[in-house]
Nanobody, 118 residues
Framework: QEKVVESGGGLVQPGESLRLSCAASGFSLDYYDIAWFRRAPGKEREGIACISRGDGRTWYGDSVKGRFTISGDNAKNTVYLQMNSLKPEDTAVYYC???????????WGQGTQVTVSS
């Protein structure tokens, strides 16, 4: 079954770090651009980072720029989101989205909860 699965969420204190993983199964991420989104309670879904698999270019939303880093591991067919200096306002469900650069299907993960609280 083709899918992407997020993992790595949890409860941390402000200032701490987490690394989220987006692992693909059943297909190769080599032909997909990957984006991370998040949805906080009562708020709209927000795009926060993406990586172009073709040339490795990255983009970050202003709310996470300088604190989060997106990267990929071809061998593991996984994309990561390293989150440093976490703030309470980073609390949200984080989703991975794989968008095909061609005509293959796109995929959303089920989400992983990140809670930043003292």
């Amino acid at each position: 079954q083709e899918k992407v699965v997020e993992s790595g969420g949890g409860l941390v204190q402000p200032g701490e770090s987490l690394r989220l993983s987006c692992a693909a199964s059943g297909f190769s991420l080599d032909y997909y651009d990957i984006a991370w989104f998040r949805r906080a309670p009562g708020k709209e879904r927000e795009g926060i980072a993406c990586i172009s698999r073709g040339d490795g270019r990255t983009w970050y939303g202003d709310s996470v720029k300088g604190r989060f880093t997106i990267s990929g591991d071809n061998a593991k067919n996984t994309v990561y989101l390293q989150m440093n200096s976490l703030k309470p306002e980073d609390t949200a469900v984080y989703y991975c989205h794989a968008e095909s650069v061609g005509y293959a299907p796109n995929y959303w993960g089920q989400g992983t909860q990140v809670t930043v609280s003292s």
